[in-house]
């Protein structure tokens, strides 16, 4: 807030007496107004390249957690003890029971008819 309040108040002045201290009284007003107005949107383009920056490290954070997740669900998955059955099916468990008749009944040695 402080900073807010140099940029719009004090500054402006400061900077047009430095620069043009002999602008008339009538442009003055214009001029002070046109510096608080650079000031200003220069204050929001810095707020606005320090929210994308931590915005990009929370993301970046973010990841990096999740891939430490998964590392460690594969770690507790491969300290597992086996399974009977695995994941491998020779039809889908959302197949119709029709066709898991049919594809359990054929031989694996041969696809061609007989």
């Known amino acids: 807030m402080v900073l807010v309040a140099f940029v719009t108040v004090v500054a402006p002045r ?26 200003l949107q220069g204050l929001a383009g810095v707020a606005l390249l320090i929210g994308a920056y931590f915005t990009w490290r929370q993301l970046d954070v973010s990841r ?26 020779s039809t889908p468990s959302n197949a119709s029971p029709m066709t898991r008749r049919t594809t359990a009944g054929r031989s694996r040695r041969s696809c061609a008819p007989s």
């Open 14 to 39: 400061y900077l047009l007496s430095w620069d043009a201290p002999s602008t008339p009284v009538a442009d003055r007003a214009k001029a002070v107004n046109d510096i608080r107005t650079t000031l």
């Open 64 to 89: 990096q957690g999740q891939i430490t997740q998964r590392f460690t669900a594969a770690v507790e998955q491969l300290a597992a003890p086996a399974r009977k059955y695995g994941l491998a099916r």
